[in-house]
């Protein structure tokens, strides 16, 4: 089944903005079974819309076309849509009702703009958008289904997911398509393709792998195409034991999960309280924990400690150990761990100190240079990192090798 | 002049990468005032890469083309415009340099694969390719420009400085094309578009208004289209004008600029000091500023006070105003900001605690209600927000809503 994504707006032509609904609806329409032959562009321009899909209608059964749906004047996808398949505007008390709520959780007043965005075409379907102010519109010809959905992420996130995919595995006769993916942390892509060469090259041909590298993670993602689900995840099953056996070390969890969902869903589960102690990290392993709701239950707090004299006066570093081995040491991280413990009471700490860049390297504590500290219960680890020459990924990098650290040891 | 961009390759329609390039190449035409009238991204295929090229050619006079030149067996784009151009393979010696230079520098030798990307047909211009093995390829017909280059982001990006926007400009006349972005926060976007309705009316025929929303904040960009760019910058000042007066109360920054970055200027040239105390966001606004080389040099530090007991503890909050107002009030937030400029001896400070969700909301105060406080010298400003029931956006919200009130009082 081939589908084809329609994305409109000036600011993805003009660059302002990086289109990246299309990659994640991608993956989850192959996830299902069906295979995007084309992700097109286009302007907020009634012509340019129609010949879109025009065209796409002659490359695939469905389209989806995301942004446009705005209240204001450049946004025209609705009225263009209604031209194109006829029909004339009704209003969805529906839609209203989630507009209304909105509104008064803003304690601001409905205008007329936003009282029209419930309106829409009676050729199509109504999705309802709860997260948002315009609805979905779901256009079912003979031979087509044309989705049009808004183009804030979040907004056509969870109308993909409530609304739109469970009604095209309704509507078409789908391939079963079984993805699994596996997530390391700690080696590199290259590294990784060698040690399962072997293995890589015994997978069946209906089977295909691919690496995901990303800063700080790779993952390993097996795509089984068949007749039959359960099958293929039996298949996979037996595959992954033997991937398990190379290099499980590495692989800290499976699908969507994500390393920090991993350690909370641990934490709360042992009832044990934990605390952080930042310092190049600025605070990014705090809010990456407190992201997830119920981080109030172990997470206490995170003393981000960018400068030297909060590293003494909040931590109780010694003044003799940043004299003697630097803010970046073994030594630093190791007090800055043991005194995140004891200032939030907590029964474990991570501690990170680190030269982000770009300035600050030298010749033998280069940019990237990180020490990670973990104090748990009756015993103190630190391990060295070398990460890149690149802030923003060493930010990065060092968050999860600290999460990483710590999700070992509990 | 019209351009369009077509990008090939699986990869970007599964879902396993962004298209970035996309963005990058639309911003930096734009800037030269060609218009990128639609982006496509089409599979290694070599009817649809041809249908594609067909398609775009009705549209515009110019095609960039990146991806699908790499050694192995899927990527076909060489062959593919050998065949839709005429012609016959010519070896390039300037490229098959770089590749020997290329592959000596990893102390590897060419293969005959690595010696083949040399090639191009000799119905194209060589652009020579410096930081990788694939050339790019200028094909000139009378009536149209397709240039074909790599899809690795920085070997595209060279070949679109060094050789492609300068033989663009050569090769067309183009017109001057002018953006101008406003960027603010604090208000939604139905609400600007009613108080600017008449001004946006009165916008002369070539120029266009676009609203970007994103969680926290809206941006205005107009764009403007004329033969001299300076005009075109004289017209929008003025217009700017009547802008500011109707909402520059909410206008914090222009041009690419973000709210954080501003503050960071501001603050290195003020010559103070910043800390925060931050309990709903949890480090979210520390790693804002963090992200920023040299925010060392004001930013001392942040206490995620997560817990309440933190919050006495460590800021010095009494706990009979926890105990009468609780954690999320005007009383608390307010000795939580004086607190931090006590233990980190800055000069500014803000404090933020509220409820992000989804649970922790009361009747009284629900999910969304967030309290934020600022306390610079000599002063102390506190002010309540009511945000959204979805924890992300509450989280991203209270940080942009904090990062204002500062910027404000600076």
């Known amino acids: 089944m081939n589908c084809e994504i329609i994305t409109i707006g000036d600011e993805i032509l003009i660059g302002q903005i990086v289109d990246t609904n299309s990659a994640w ?10 295979w995007v032959q084309q992700i097109s562009s286009v302007s907020d321009d009634a012509a340019h819309i129609a010949k879109a899909l025009d065209e796409a209608k002659q490359r695939a059964e469905i389209i989806l076309i995301t942004g446009g749906l705005g209240p204001t004047k ?3 996808t609705k009225a263009t849509l209604m031209r194109y398949f006829g029909g004339t505007m009704q209003f969805s008390e529906e839609q209203f009702a989630v507009i209304e709520r909105i509104f008064s959780s803003y304690g601001r ?71 699994r993916t596996f997530r390391t942390q700690g080696v590199g892509e290259s ?29 390993l993602r097996i795509t089984a195409k ?3 689900a359960e099958t293929l995840n039996r298949e996979i099953d037996l595959l992954a034991e033997g991937l398990y056996a190379l290099i499980g070390k590495y692989i800290y969890g499976e699908g969507e999960v994500k390393l920090e969902q991993l350690i909370h869903a641990k934490l709360l589960e042992m009832g044990v309280t ?51 081995f630097g803010a970046v040491s073994e030594q630093t991280v190791r007090e800055m761990a043991i005194g995140a413990n004891r200032v939030f009471k907590t029964d474990y700490a991570i501690a990170v100190s680190g030269i982000a860049g770009p300035d600050g390297g030298t010749a033998e504590k280069p940019v990237g240079t990180v ?27 060092a968050s999860l090798a600290a999460l990483k650290l710590l999700s070992e040891n509990l």
């Open 274 to 324: 934990l605390s952080l102690a930042e310092s190049c990290t600025g605070g990014t392993i705090a809010s990456m924990l407190t992201a997830l709701p119920g981080a109030s239950r172990y997470f206490t707090g995170s003393l981000v400690a960018y400068s030297n004299k909060v590293k003494v006066n909040s931590l109780g570093v010694s003044p003799d150990t940043l004299k003697h």
């Open 371 to 397: 020490w990670i500290s973990l104090a748990k219960p009756n015993a103190v680890l630190t391990k060295q990192f070398r990460f890149s020459t690149n802030r923003e990924r060493n930010i990065r990098m």
């Open 25 to 34: 609806m991608a993956a989850e329409l192959n996830a299902i079974g069906i």
């Open 226 to 228: 068949g007749t039959n």
């Open 191 to 219: 590294m990784l393709a060698e040690w399962i060469s072997d293995w890589e090259d015994q997978l069946p041909a209906h089977m295909k792998l691919a690496y995901l590298p990303s800063p700080g993670e790779v993952k």
């Open 109 to 179: 007043i409905v205008t007329e703009i936003n009282r029209r965005q419930a309106e829409i075409p009676d050729s199509c379907i109504c999705l309802v958008n709860q997260n948002g102010t315009a609805p979905g519109m779901w256009f079912d010809t003979a031979t087509h289904v044309i989705v049009s959905m808004p183009g804030v992420p979040y907004e056509m996130k969870e109308l993909m997911r409530s609304e739109v995919l469970p009604r095209l595995q309704n509507r078409f006769t789908l391939p079963a398509i079984v993805h």
């Open 74 to 76: 450049d946004d025209i």
